[in-house]
């Protein structure tokens, strides 16, 4: 006999039953050749039973048939007693697959609900798309489909979280040379952690919505650029390292950005990650941004004449009165000499953390503080 596919779906004891009639056999015949008590036969047709892989190789050798054809109809009668109700499941799985939704609902991004319907919309607001189908945009330039396509849905949750923070932000026109003057007024503040906390303050007089949003674990963001308009621009930190020096060349690179339009425009967002890093490969705007954040920190020329007169004898001593001379923190000295001689334990102590000071007056989300 040859294996059968129902076009409806029908308990194997209806087809077992069949198979009994052409051949004029008893239940109790069946039960003597199969080597089973008849209240099995009985139960398989009134398909209170079900069909075994034992019960199914049994069958298959007194009918002729596959065990595979006995188990099959099986699993499609049990699947067919089962409904997927709005096919919930499904939709779950592509949410969960687009986007990283266990992460967004605990840091309150999305607010969780039963409802399938309800969360895909609470997800199309934030990401403002029409569809969980449509590929979100971060900037009003919305001609290019896929802007954000080279991006991981880490990096772009972070974005848009970014983003909704900024637009609330209300800060005066931008103005290229207010922000020039504020990279000026910036570097008074490198002489000590605290003053971090006048950075906001200074960017958001210049035009510039400066937000802190602590990173997805996994993302690997430092920072980016981007536009709200033509006018509006946004730079977008996570201060993923707490040092001193890092945040100051990160806040620099980003910083250059602006000042150089990256990120306007169909270009999309500057995505920053591993700043300051120079495998040969990295764009000019790139290698731009950071030669500023490098300049900023400590100025090059100065830098080198160091290094030409003390090395290799880098003492702490000699460090310190080198940072004092040049008016920044000696964490900014040594995040450069780190750089240079690639002794990243070197003088570590000295790169002290700043986040505490600066998120005093910062616009900020996470870090045990996730709002809404």
């Known amino acids: 006999?040859?294996?059968?596919?129902?076009?409806?779906?029908f308990p194997p004891g209806e087809f077992l039953r069949e198979e009994l009639e052409a051949r004029d056999w008893s239940q109790q015949e069946l039960a003597?050749?199969?080597?089973?008590?008849?209240?099995?036969?009985?139960e398989l047709?009134?398909?209170?039973?079900?069909?075994?892989?034992?019960?199914?190789?049994?069958?298959?050798?007194?009918?002729?048939?596959s065990a595979e054809f006995w188990m099959n109809l099986e699993s499609q009668y049990q699947l067919s007693k089962v409904t997927s109700v709005d096919n919930q499941v499904a939709r779950k799985a592509r949410?969960?697959?687009?986007?990283?939704?266990?992460?967004?609902?605990?840091?309150?991004?999305?607010?969780?609900?039963?409802?399938?319907?309800?969360?895909?919309?609470?997800?199309?607001?934030?990401?403002?798309?029409?569809?969980?189908?449509?590929e979100p945009v971060l900037?009003?330039?919305?001609?290019?489909?896929?802007?954000?396509?080279?991006?991981?849905?880490l990096q772009l949750a972070w974005l848009f979280r970014v983003r909704s923070m900024a637009e609330r932000q209300i800060v005066p026109a931008y103005s290229p040379a207010k922000l020039r003057?504020?990279?000026?007024?910036?570097?008074?503040?490198?002489?000590?952690?605290?003053?971090?906390?006048?950075?906001?303050?200074?960017?958001?007089?210049?035009?510039?919505?400066?937000?802190?949003?602590?990173?997805?674990?996994?993302?690997?963001?430092?920072?980016a650029c981007f536009w709200l308009s033509d006018q509006k621009p946004v730079i977008g930190m996570t201060l993923r390292f707490d040092r001193i020096d890092n945040f100051w060349f990160v806040l620099r690179h980003e910083i250059e950005h602006v000042l150089q339009?990256?990120?306007?425009?169909?270009?999309?967002?500057?995505?920053?990650?591993?700043?300051?890093?120079?495998?040969?490969s990295i764009s000019d705007s790139e290698r731009l941004a950071n030669s500023a954040g490098a300049e900023f920190c400590v100025p090059s020329t100065q830098l080198e004449n160091f290094i030409a007169r003390v090395q290799p004898y880098f003492s702490e001593q000699k460090v310190l009165a080198f940072a004092q001379r040049i008016q920044v923190h000696p964490g900014l000295v040594v995040g450069q000499?780190?750089?240079?001689?690639?002794?990243?334990?070197?003088?570590?102590?000295?790169?002290v953390k700043v986040r505490s000071h600066l998120l005093t007056a910062a616009d900020f989300d996470g870090w045990g503080s996730f709002s809404d």
């Open 261 to 280: 339009g990256d990120g306007r425009g169909e270009d999309g967002p500057v995505i920053d990650a591993d700043v300051g890093s120079d495998d040969g």
């Open 95 to 134: 949410l969960y697959g687009k986007f990283p939704v266990r992460d967004m609902l605990r840091r309150r991004w999305v607010h969780a609900s039963e409802n399938i319907d309800v969360l895909e919309q609470r997800f199309c607001e934030f990401f403002n798309i029409s569809t969980p189908e449509a």
């Open 337 to 351: 000499l780190q750089r240079k001689l690639n002794r990243h334990d070197f003088l570590r102590k000295h790169q």
């Open 45 to 65: 047709i009134s398909g209170k039973r079900a069909v075994t892989p034992e019960t199914a190789r049994g069958l298959a050798d007194a009918f002729g048939t």
């Open 32 to 42: 003597d050749i199969l080597g089973r008590p008849p209240r099995l036969i009985s």
């Open 139 to 153: 900037t009003h330039y919305a001609k290019k489909t896929h802007e954000c396509m080279d991006v991981t849905p």
């Open 181 to 223: 003057l504020a990279v000026e007024r910036l570097s008074t503040l490198l002489l000590a952690p605290e003053e971090t906390r006048h950075v906001p303050q200074i960017l958001s007089e210049a035009g510039v919505r400066l937000v802190f949003v602590e990173p997805i674990a996994g993302s690997k963001l430092d920072g």
């Open 1 to 9: 006999m040859s294996a059968r596919m129902p076009v409806e779906v």
